[in-house]
């Protein structure tokens, strides 16, 4: 069982930045892939960002090339997400997700996470 705690999420404004972090049980941190996933209202979840054991493959989705940027430290436990130029369709609830498979450096699916923590909202205004 792994336990993963959200924090950072909040209100901004349009163009503006946020960073979240995902806090991780357990002592084999540095074996799970970490995702970052988000749910807006009336939407189905969607992928974010995805990144490997070690850090050194990442991937996102189209629509946060370039603005968002994931990272980790292993040593902490701890998954990032460092959000730029934010847009009010960036509003939603967002998740972190510890992965244990082993096949692949990173996924985009949902159905590959293993556990999740229990969100963070946040909100863009324009």
């Known amino acids: 069982q792994v336990q993963l705690v959200e924090s950072g999420g909040g209100l901004v404004q349009a163009g503006g930045s946020l960073i979240l972090s995902c806090a991780a049980s357990?002592?084999?941190?540095?074996?799970?892939?970490m995702g970052w996933f988000r749910r807006a209202p009336g939407k189905e979840r969607e992928f974010v960002a995805a990144?490997?054991?070690?850090?050194?493959?990442?991937d996102y989705a189209d629509s946060v090339k370039g603005r968002f940027t994931i990272s980790r430290d292993n040593a902490k436990n701890t998954v990032y997400l460092q959000m730029n130029s934010l847009k009010p369709e960036d509003t939603a609830v967002y998740y972190c997700?510890?992965?244990?498979?082993?096949?692949?450096?990173?996924?985009?699916?949902?159905?590959?996470?293993?556990?999740w923590g229990q969100g963070t909202q946040v909100t863009v205004s324009s």
């Open positions: 997700a510890v992965s244990h498979h082993l096949n692949r450096a990173v996924y985009a699916s949902a159905g590959e996470y293993d556990y």
């Open positions: 357990g002592r084999t941190f540095s074996s799970y892939v």
């Open positions: 990144i490997s054991r070690s850090g050194t493959n990442t």
